[in-house]
């Protein structure tokens, strides 16, 4: 099974317009454009809302594909501060990353909001990119799949139609941000985990063809340990996304890797 390679940016609370100029003009260089168009691979940016509706007049090109990095389950009403799937998909939205540990941890969201807001993601018609991830102190009492199992599973279990796609990222939230990438070969493990837990909730076609990004310090450095390893399908990149030269590299590794019969 060929699974197309996923490479998203998480640009979290950073850029304004001004500075998501400047990314676009690097980021589009010749070489970068080029390397787009002929992509094997697939390219997306979840940004801050307030850019979303100005990344294409400022140049974001069309094969870039445009994600938020959060949305609420219901679709209009007295939720102060919150943005829906309508409202997205009015901007151009494609994509949304649910369930971040730093929306989980310092945003008290559940499991159970979680597996709403993706429900209703596919529902609309947007595709959803699943955070799931085990603490530092969870790994180190070998929680890690259980967590993450329970995580996977209260979305899956719950999805009404598995033509309904989704993507998954695996993202040890001790890797978040630290410069500690889990190891190619620990991030495989988990990934292999993770399918097959998707296998015996949804069928194990389901399982195949479902992308599981790696998250947490993907740098250009180990991309490439990365990305070939079997059940690794991209990442999902905070700090190394922000600046336009290592993004575009990354992706450049993920190309490499799938041109290689
Ligand atoms: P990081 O963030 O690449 O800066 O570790 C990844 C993420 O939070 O999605």
């Not at 979680?114 to 929680?143: F, H, N, S, W, Y």
Request: charged share 25%; net charge neutral.
């Amino acid at each position: 099974m060929t699974r197309k390679k996923l490479i998203a940016a998480n640009w979290k609370m950073n850029k304004t317009p001004k500075e998501m100029g400047e990314f676009i003009r690097a980021f589009s260089e010749v070489k970068g454009q080029k390397v787009l168009e002929a992509s094997r691979v697939e390219v997306l940016i979840a940004m801050p809302s307030v850019l979303i509706p100005l990344a294409r007049d400022y140049g974001l090109p069309p094969e870039v594909r445009l994600g938020a990095q959060n949305m609420h389950s219901a679709s209009h009403g007295a939720f102060t501060g919150e943005l829906s799937a309508e409202m997205l998909l009015s901007v151009g939205v494609q994509s949304v990353v649910l369930g971040h540990s730093e929306r989980r941890q310092s945003f008290g969201e559940t499991d159970h909001a979680v597996a709403l807001k993706v429900q209703v993601a596919v529902d609309r018609g947007l595709e959803p990119i699943l955070c799931v991830g085990e603490t530092r102190q969870e790994r180190e009492a070998g929680l890690t799949e259980k967590v993450v199992a329970r995580q996977v599973r209260v979305v899956l279990e719950g999805l009404r139609d598995p033509s309904q796609r989704l993507v998954i990222a695996y993202e040890p939230v001790w890797a978040i941000g630290t410069g500690l990438a889990a190891s190619s070969d620990e991030a495989n493990e988990v990934h292999r985990f993770i399918r097959g837990v998707a296998g015996a909730c949804q069928g194990s076609v389901y399982a195949d063809s479902l992308r599981i990004m790696y998250g947490g310090s993907v740098t250009t450095q180990n991309a490439l340990d990365l990305f070939q390893k079997e059940d690794i399908d991209g990442a999902l990149i905070g700090g190394a996304s922000l600046d336009p030269r290592s993004f575009r590299e990354i992706i450049e590794v993920a190309q490499k890797v799938v041109s290689i019969p």
